[in-house]
């Protein structure tokens, strides 16, 4: 998938995470049941170790990339920031087959599997150009934290 500048919609406004546990670098698309997520692997981030995006790295950046779904339910524009927290409810399934090098831009799918309120069961895969690095179905929790 190309990146492409103009179509690339901030992380910040679905997600509560900051540097430096923020995983994802751009939303690619999104949809109320789907997302696509990019994040480019740095030698600074904290789960690189020997050169390789460490495999909680991969975990957390589906998790990331999933509760944006839900997340968005959450924004209200640009100009009100609204704070939200989440929870990994469950990890029903995953599997690791690869992992990334620092340099590379990885990219990831996820889709809606289910939601009840503020729950929900999402299934995500994530790529390195073509290469399958993991496949996951994550239960997640969000709320909005009022002041």
């Known amino acids: 998938m190309e990146l492409k500048e103009d179509n690339l919609i901030n992380i910040h406004h679905f997600l509560p995470h900051r540097e430096p546990m923020l995983m994802a670098d751009y939303i690619l698309e999104l949809t109320p049941e789907k997302v696509v997520t990019s ?54 399934k995953i599997e690791i087959f690869s992992l990334p090098t620092v340099g590379d831009t990885i990219i990831s799918k996820a889709s809606l599997i289910s939601q009840y309120e503020n729950i929900c069961q999402i299934f995500c895969e994530t790529f390195c150009n073509d290469e399958l690095l993991i496949r996951t179905e994550i239960s997640l929790f969000i709320q909005e934290l009022k002041s």
């Open 39 to 92: 994040f480019e692997i740095k030698s600074d981030n904290i789960f690189v170790h020997d050169n390789r995006f460490a495999e909680v790295g991969l975990i957390e950046h589906s998790a990331q990339t999933c509760s944006s779904i839900l997340g968005q339910s959450f924004f209200k524009g640009s100009d009100v920031e609204t704070k939200v927290i989440g929870f990994i409810t469950n990890i029903k």
